[in-house]
Structure formats: structure tokens, C-alpha cells
């Protein structure tokens, strides 16, 4: 069951692309943060969604917001992918255990082994104050996540 508006985000620990931990944590008090679940890097509608955000990045990432895209593919395949790409944002492996976040989240596709399409906008406090969750291939919306921001 995905998570509901109004509750505490769970805090997780993950490697970026580069190898880096990123913690959800890190940001309490400082920023809010988009955290966007994708299925599978390198993937037609995923790669679309992530495109559409590195070209208006600086209304997910910059001083007030943070964005960490979120996906159960290995660290270094979210390398390969956002260096191909040009995504500059943090791409997270919740490679292993696999797909624990996305579980933590209520959003992980056993059968298939990947996160469904969910987008959790957090507050700076750790507060989950809108969500989305799309089927694999029903892309999302970049002016929902500017909507929801807008309104904290």
C-alpha cells in the first residue's frame, strides 16, 4: 500500500551514481525534495520523464528543492544512464536489498521486480505532502510536481 499524504517519509540511505550515500535525512530542515521512482533506467518512457526534468531542472533542483530519481537498477548502470543522458541530479540505487525503498515506499512490482512510476513530493520536514503513482508505461506530469511545490 503506497503511502499516505500527511505522513512521515521513510528515511533511506543509497549510493548516486557515483558511488556517493544520499540520504533522505540529509535534506530534513534544509530542502524539499521530489523523490521520484522510476522502473528501469534506459527505458523509452522513464528516459522521457527524466529528459523533461534535466531540461527545467532548476524547478526540481536548486536551492529549495532537491530531486533524487530512484530506480533498482545498479549503481552503475545509473551511471552509464545519467551520464548518457546529461542528468546531473542524483540517479539512486535501490539495487540492494532490492527494491527496499520502493517497498518501504508501498510501490515495488515483485512480479516484475521494479518500482512502479511513483513521485512523492516531501517537505522540509520530512512530511510526504503529495504523491503520484502511475502505471509502468503512464508517464507523469512535470507541472503536477511544480503545482505541489508551489503549495509548501
Given at each position: ?39 528501469f ?88 505532502r503529495?504523491s ?21
Open positions: 500500500m503506497t503511502l499516505s499524504i500527511g505522513t512521515a517519509a521513510p528515511d533511506f540511505e543509497l549510493n548516486d551514481q557515483n558511488g556517493n550515500k544520499v540520504s533522505l535525512s540529509s535534506f530534513k530542515g534544509k530542502k524539499n525534495v521530489v523523490l521520484l521512482f522510476i522502473p533506467a534506459f527505458t523509452g518512457t522513464c528516459t522521457g520523464e527524466l529528459c523533461a526534468m534535466r531540461d527545467d531542472l532548476s524547478s526540481f533542483h536548486n536551492e529549495n528543492v532537491e530531486l533524487l530519481a530512484v530506480s533498482c537498477d545498479s549503481m552503475y548502470s545509473q551511471r552509464i544512464f545519467a551520464e548518457q543522458e546529461g542528468y546531473t541530479f542524483p540517479m539512486l540505487s535501490d539495487f540492494w536489498p532490492h527494491g527496499a525503498v520502493a517497498t518501504s515506499y508501498g510501490i515495488f512490482d515483485e512480479a516484475r521486480g521494479c518500482a512502479v512510476r511513483g513521485t512523492f513530493v516531501i517537505d522540509k520536514e520530512g512530511i510526504i503529495w503520484v503513482v502511475n502505471g509502468l508505461g503512464d508517464a507523469r506530469s512535470n507541472d503536477d510536481y511544480k503545482a505541489a511545490l508551489a503549495a509548501l
